[in-house]
């Protein structure tokens, strides 16, 4: 068994649920619709199944699990929670993601915008900082180049976007973050506004339904030590996650949402 490895119908099916339920509501959870999608699918191996489960942060191993996978699975999910995520008292206004260069293309760094989102205010920004990022996608870019980064709500007009591959979609949305659309006059409200300081142009950037911010204008040192300010510096972006301790739900029930789209 190789976990993580799949082909484009199963890989388009866990992201885009996952997409239609909400990143927000999804990432830094244990229990999801999308996690027992891949348990239900991993009980159709009728062999004996166990699971080496490791929480890694940047300074070496925090634990490791062994034993049935599920189980190894959860308990290794309980220390990440320790590891993984920061709870913040109070949203932020702005946050500069700075995305290390093992992130070589958007499709990858898109972790600098939605590991925060859950910590930003309504109105707030984030700035994804990625001076060496040329591309959006190596694989994919002609497909977001085609549709842009939006809201999940934009993607009613499913007649429109039926033929593009769901994890392209729920790559938009996941860098796009929460909002609204409203079909009769066709305007999108993103929650937070998006912002681009790399290599990708500020004309691709407009066409992408992105913010742009020339990276040489950033000063990494000015955005340091002002979380008192409602400004945040993640000097090492994508891998942790943070969360309001006192978040409220911004969406609608999960039927609601898979239904809009079945």
């Known amino acids: ?7 484009p119908e199963i890989i388009g099916l866990t992201h885009w649920l996952g997409a239609l339920i909400g990143s927000f509501a999804v990432i830094g959870t244990d229990i999801n619709p999308v996690r027992k999608i891949i348990d239900r699918a991993a009980e159709l191996v009728k062999v004996p199944v166990a699971c080496f489960c490791l929480v890694v942060t940047e300074e070496g191993a925090s634990g490791l699990y062994f034993g049935e996978a599920k189980q190894a699975w959860r308990a290794a999910a309980d220390l990440s929670a320790q590891r993984h995520i920061v709870w913040v008292e109070q949203p932020f206004q702005r946050v500069l993601s700075v995305m290390p260069t093992l992130y070589d293309d958007l499709w990858t760094a898109a972790k600098g915008m939605y590991k925060v989102e859950p910590a930003i205010a309504d109105g707030g920004e984030v700035v994804i900082y990625a001076p060496h990022i040329s591309e959006v996608s190596y694989t994919h870019g002609a497909d977001i180049d085609r549709i842009g980064y939006h809201c ?5 007009q499913w007649d429109k976007f039926e033929t593009v591959p769901k994890s392209v979609l729920a790559h938009s949305t996941h860098l796009r973050g929460q909002g609204t659309y409203d079909a009769a006059t066709g305007r999108e409200c993103p929650r937070i506004k998006v912002t681009l300081a790399t290599a990708i142009s500020e004309e691709r950037c407009a066409r992408l339904n992105l913010g742009y ?7 990494i040192a000015e955005w340091s030590d002002r979380e008192h300010d409602g400004i945040k510096l993640i000097p090492r972006a994508g891998e942790t996650l943070y969360r309001l301790r006192t978040a409220v739900a911004h969406d609608t029930s999960t039927t609601q949402r898979v239904a809009i789209y079945n």
């Open 213 to 219: 911010c020339d990276p040489t204008t950033v000063s």
């Open 1 to 7: 068994m190789f976990p993580g490895v799949g082909g």
């Open 152 to 156: 999940r709500e934009y993607f009613k």
